[in-house]
Nanobody, 122 residues
Framework: VQLQASGGGLVQAGDSLRLSCAAS????????MGWFRQAPGAEREFVAI????????YYADSVKGRFTISSDKAENTVYLQMNSLKPEDTAVYYC????????????????WGQGTLVTVSS
């Protein structure tokens, strides 16, 4: 499976961005799609996850209320709407697919996109 992420860029604090991630094949209802991020010198961390079939969503505390993960099943695409961006949101954002059980640990996920850089200036 190939995942193609896009939508990153340079914005100011308080601005919004929407990231997209398109899968190369149909995303099955049993799959989970997620967004993770990695800041310089830091480990890759969970941001948001969506259960593809039933649509349940999960968020890291640091982004809850500001970010929204959503899906377009017809296009096999997952989105991350990011509002009220803060400088601490600066990172490379990765989309990922998990074909097994729910996990917030990046090492448990099966497929990864190439990453898209989000830079938030103060």
């Amino acid at each position: 499976v190939q995942l193609q992420a896009s939508g990153g860029g340079l914005v100011q604090a308080g601005d919004s961005l929407r990231l997209s991630c398109a899968a190369s094949r149909r995303i099955y209802s049993s799959n989970l799609m997620g967004w993770f991020r990695q800041a310089p010198g830091a480990e890759r961390e969970f941001v948001a996850i969506i259960r593809w079939g039933i649509g349940n969503t999960y968020y890291a505390d640091s982004v809850k209320g500001r970010f929204t993960i959503s899906s377009d099943k017809a296009e096999n695409t997952v989105y991350l709407q990011m509002n009220s961006l803060k400088p601490e949101d600066t990172a490379v954002y990765y989309c990922a697919m998990d074909t097994s059980d729910y996990s917030q640990h990046a090492s448990d996920w099966d497929y990864w996109g190439q990453g898209t850089l989000v830079t938030v200036s103060s």
